[in-house]
């Protein structure tokens, strides 16, 4: 398998094995805490192609989840049954749609696609699994909109002239 790697030739190991020019980020357990899923460039195309890719806890068979190279930046997330996930995908950071799929890949729809200049991050299920919440903005303000598992119904929740991080659910 021919790979493209790095070294560092002052280390006191051995330099010449290298390491993968890759990034893998943003790891999410899956519900059953059998598998954890991951942003990666590993096929080689580097950023900002990425897809997510799935592994066991070990680290062992892991698994291509998309075949898009335009995974976002962004944390993707679990339905609460487990088999589903969320995630933001397009060209780039900044011009990107949230879509989900089942949690193999397969199924994949697009359930909002912003206006351009806008980034889509921080997907989170309700707890009962009928909708997602998540922010939207642009690069300084942004504000949480709300839309059906299946795409419907999306508002937005009036929050004024404020920046927006991490929204989670709170149940009562």
Do not use: H
Not at 81 to 92: E, N, Q
Request: glycine share 12%; net charge neutral.
């Amino acid at each position: 398998m021919n790979q493209l790697t790095y070294g560092d030739p002052l280390s006191q190991g051995d330099s010449t094995k290298g390491y993968p020019i890759c990034s893998n980020s943003f790891p999410v357990w899956s519900p059953d805490g059998e598998k954890i899923y991951f942003r990666s460039t590993r096929d080689g195309s580097g950023e900002p192609n990425a897809d997510i890719y799935s592994m066991n806890i070990d680290g062992s068979n892991v698994e291509r989840i998309t075949i898009t190279q335009d995974i976002s930046k962004r944390l993707l997330c679990f339905s609460p049954d487990g088999k589903r996930i969320v995630f933001a995908r397009g060209p780039s950071d900044v011009n990107n749609s949230l879509f989900t799929s089942n949690a193999d890949g397969s199924n994949s729809s697009k359930l909002v696609d912003p206006s351009s200049g806008y980034i889509i991050y921080s997907p989170q299920w309700l707890p009962s699994g009928k909708r997602i919440m998540f922010v939207s903005g642009g690069i300084s303000l942004g504000g949480i909109y709300i839309v059906n598992f299946d795409g419907t119904d999306l508002r937005t929740l009036e929050l004024g002239n404020i920046s927006v991080g991490n929204p989670n659910w709170k149940r009562k």
